[in-house]
């Protein structure tokens, strides 16, 4: 029998993290068609709300009921305010890991958004669904990305070389891709200790349930 991931939500102090749902189509679309989540994601280009829609209705109830993965929206707490998706893929029961990315919105960047809900994911993940590895790649020039992963204290294990396709404006104003390393990091349960505190301090995190 395949394993699967409950249908929930996680709520932090700032946040909610949520099923994606049918009225996060039009902010899920201009969230996608951003310059760097087109940069740093395979996310096809332009990102219709056509294509939300598919995503939400179709490819992320599949992930989840096929045992792959999960998606959250990542919303505010006070505003409802979509901004950003985490996404949990490659996910193996047998040796309990999975993948876990995230994506924020541009409007919402700055604020320790991905850092938060990664963290509070994290926890649940490696707590309640008694995970024993996540797994973070990011692309080598992606230091937004590494920053997050450092922060709720994922250990770096090294480059998977060639791996990883970003993209690049080109000047005709079309997208090409432009081959790189990925970094692979990693969290098990013993990583997280401590990693809640150091997020409150520097103002990245505040408390989850």
């Known amino acids: 029998m395949t394993s699967t991931f409950p249908n929930i939500s996680i709520s932090t102090e700032r946040l909610v993290l949520r099923p994606l749902d049918e009225d996060d189509v039009p902010a899920l679309a201009e969230m996608m068609n951003d310059e760097q989540v087109a940069a740093w994601t395979d996310v096809p280009q332009p990102f219709t709300e056509d294509a939300a829609r598919h995503w939400i209705t179709e490819y992320a109830p599949a992930e989840r009921t096929d045992g792959r993965g999960l998606d959250f ?5 006070l505003t409802q305010r979509l901004v950003g998706v985490i996404q949990l893929t490659k996910t193996n029961w047998h040796i309990r890991s999975t993948e ?20 509070a994911t994290a926890h649940w993940l490696l707590g309640d669904q008694k995970l024993e590895r996540i797994e973070i790649r990011t692309a080598a020039d992606n230091t937004a990305s590494q920053q997050v992963a450092q ?20 000047e005709d104003g079309t997208w090409a891709d432009v081959r790189t390393d990925f970094i692979v990091w990693s969290l098990l349960p013993e990583d997280l200790e401590g990693a809640g505190e150091e997020l409150a301090e520097s103002g990245g995190f505040t408390s989850w349930n």
Do not use: D
């Open 73 to 77: 929206a990542v919303t505010e707490f």
């Open 100 to 119: 876990l990315s995230y994506i924020i919105a541009p409007w919402a960047r700055g604020e320790g958004y991905a850092s938060e809900a990664a963290l």
């Open 151 to 170: 922060k709720i204290g994922g250990i770096s294990e090294g480059v998977l070389r060639n791996a990883c396709i970003v993209h690049v404006r080109t």
